[in-house]
């Protein structure tokens, strides 16, 4: 069955930099657009960042762009997220999905926290 | 950016309830919209696409409906299992936006 499991969330200070991976199982990966989606504590869902399968278009939300990056490496059958400049409203459990008939996310990961404090 | 405006922001009912949520986009969607559910610490879990289609192994006390810019989620019988969070979700257009969801809580 398909399996998305991320890892590299933690504790940071303002200004740091942190990388998730989300690791596919039981999927051709290099099949699916991906993207990375947010969940700041007690509050809803917030798209963060879109990549297509080839990795050639990516789409960001404002509120990261020029700060995060998203990449893969299909041969690993990995998503990312690169987070650099992190302020305390990044913190988050960040997710990534599977974006299923361009239109919408039929598999999640389990999430990884990441929280952003001096 | 297409903003997407739920309502109620929650609602309280029992087991054996019709509930209706509602989703309203800034701008017309077509049939470009999901929903999903969500409960505590876990993960959302996609219950409907483009409006209306029921995603593989959701039971069919739920549906969708609409399109353009407003749209209704439906569960015919509330079931307790389904206490929960549910958002929509726009697909349209880039940057995807969600919905401030909508909470079934227990009467």
């Known amino acids: 069955q398909v399996q998305l499991v991320e890892s590299g969330g933690g504790l940071v200070k303002p200004g740091g930099s942190l990388r998730l991976s989300c690791a596919g199982s039981g999927l051709t990966f290099s099949d699916y657009y991906m993207s990375w989606i947010r969940q700041a504590p007690g509050k809803g869902l917030e798209w963060v960042s879109h990549i297509t399968s080839s990795g050639t278009t990516i789409y960001n939300a404002d509120s990261v762009k020029g700060r995060f990056t998203i990449s893969r490496d299909n041969a690993k059958n990995s998503l990312y997220l690169q987070m650099n400049s992190l302020r305390a409203e990044d913190t988050a459990v960040y997710y990534c999905a599977r974006f299923f008939g361009l239109q919408s996310f039929d598999y999640w990961g389990q999430g990884t926290p990441v929280t952003v404090s001096s | 950016d297409i903003q997407m405006t739920q309502s109620p922001s929650s609602v309280s009912a029992s087991v054996g309830d019709r509930v209706t949520i509602t989703c309203r986009a800034s701008?017309?969607?077509?049939?470009?919209l999901a929903w999903y559910q969500q409960k505590p610490g876990k993960a959302p879990n996609l219950l409907i696409y483009?409006?209306?289609t029921l995603q593989s192994g959701v039971p069919s006390r739920f549906s969708g409906s609409g399109s353009g810019t407003d749209f209704t989620l439906t569960i015919s019988s509330l079931q307790p299992e389904d206490f929960a969070t549910y958002y929509c979700?726009?697909?349209?257009?880039?940057?995807?936006?969600f919905g401030g969801g909508t909470k079934v809580e227990i009467k």
């Open positions: 483009a409006a209306s």
């Open positions: 979700q726009q697909a349209n257009s880039f940057p995807l936006t």
């Open positions: 701008q017309g969607i077509s049939s470009w």
